[in-house]
């Protein structure tokens, strides 16, 4: 947890509540700042609270029988290997691929199967990456001791040592959220699509990538690619997405201009979730999708770099260090893992390309672990260093009178906010109240959901610790406190003119950063096509690269239209 929970209580002069405290709250018409995980919301902890974890063996095998499929092994020299396979890398093995380069990616995580109706994914180990690994780790210090922090300990006890799609990691004053999958991010994300205005994204790049060329080439090229496109007309009417009207109506009554915003959804598959011909998961706000109606880098990049025939794809392979030869190769040293985490084979891996986009997790492990134990000692003093969580928190907004069934997760509108120290990005995340919706149906009460992105300068940096032989981000203790008053400013010029019954305003930190960036940082760490400096044919093109914030949320959009800008311009330079 973020220091979040001081800044909500005395600093901004509001209570501590978690969402029954909030509704209890709300019932009385009171208006406060509180706390409460974006996973408890989401009923991944709600769920694991004091459930017995199922048998460790045999279980998933029969629930997913096609994670456990070998894997080919990768070839053990290869023109160009990409390390992840989230928005960078998919960007960059589709765009070395056509090339004519042969390309081998590396993902830690599966490859997981889609189904209109099969229970893919369960509130068990198929959601978290080895959870019980990361309790072992633990937090290095006694920060996140808090009740949400607590709960969420309780709810991975509970779950199996098992491949999940999500990694929770506990550093100094942060917990960090990262997906682990074919896809990475793009698997487990509600597909906001959303460009950064000129303003919030000149003050978070400082002139070293040019919005004006942004705007005209690579936020089109990266929409293309992706294939996002707004909600439409006949999907918005449903009534699943009433609180997305209800944000759109509430925005304009404040004065601001809400506009549609491109989502990164296969339409035609949540129409048919609407029509009953699949299982809700686009409309019923579900943690992770997997019937297709998200459109994840599977249906996007990823088969589209392995038609080419020059990329191909090896999920659960596990890079755990990097070293380079005199020739210079670079060296991985990979395992070959089960979805149990069982070590099948280690294999050693040699590149003439080395594309770092293993996420900003990922990649920071390992640059930082590289440069602090001498395998690649040329990495400067500025890698692990300018790492920002895209100044990320939440609002929910209680209306009285206004009742509603399951929600959509899709952010269809968006706005943004000018009038406070830094410009805003808004969009509404319209998520149910989950496991309230009983409390929520005594107060006639539903919640607006708004995702708040704060040009925020807040920074940590990645450390190298010899002992544990771990890599953790040092976050500044009170690193939220800007981003918290301005999400309850913001939520209370939402509240005050919504025009309907406002009985609460909630501010709600995530338990778990998700929008992490930063840590090799575009003319800092790297030159500003992510060269990474002090070695040659050695790229970042992922999260890692941006400096600490997207300027809008959510920054995959960002990320993807970096990423094509770089891609290109190492292909055309010849590296």
Known sequence: MTAGRRICGDELGGVIMDRRSFLRMSAGGAVAAGMSGALWGSGLLAAGRGAAAPPRRGVYERLVPEIFRPVPAPPQHSEAIVIGSGFGGAVSALRLAEAGIATTVLERGSRWPHDPWREIFGFDGRMLWHAQRSLADGAPDSTLTVPAYAETLG?????????????????????????????????????????????????????????????????????????????????????????????????????????????NWRWNVVRDEIAGRAKPMATSSALANSNGSLNSLTFSYLPRAEATGKATIHPRHQVNGIHIERSGRYVLDVDYVSPYGDILARRVLTTDRLVLAAGCLGTNRLLVAARDTGTLPNLNEHIGTGWGNNGNGNIDIALGGTRKDTQSAVGAQGFFDTDGPFARAVVNSTFSLGPLDAAAAALDTSAIKVGITSVDHSRGTFRYHRDTGRVVLDWPAAGNGDVAANCMRIGHRLAEHSGLPVSGVLYEPDLTWAHCMGGATLGTACDEYGRVKGYQNLYVNDGAMLPGSAAASNPSLTITAVAERNIAAIIAAGG
Not at 181 to 201: C, K, L
Not at 228 to 257: C, I, L, M
């Open 155 to 263: 709810a991975m006890a509970a779950v199996d040592d098992f491949g999940g799609i999500f990694e929770i990691s506990w550093h100094h004053n942060s917990a960090i959220l990262c997906g682990a999958a074919v896809g990475g991010g793009s698997v487990v994300y509600i597909g906001i699509t959303a460009q950064s205005e000129r303003t919030p994204f000149d003050e978070v790049f400082g002139g070293t990538v040019n919005y004006d060329e942004m705007a005209r080439v690579w936020y089109p090229k990266a929409l293309a690619g992706l294939g996002a496109t707004v909600v439409p007309a006949d999907v918005y009417r449903d009534h699943t997405f009433s609180n997305a009207r209800d944000f759109a109506r509430v925005a304009r009554s404040a004065g601001y201009q809400p506009h549609a915003l491109p989502g």
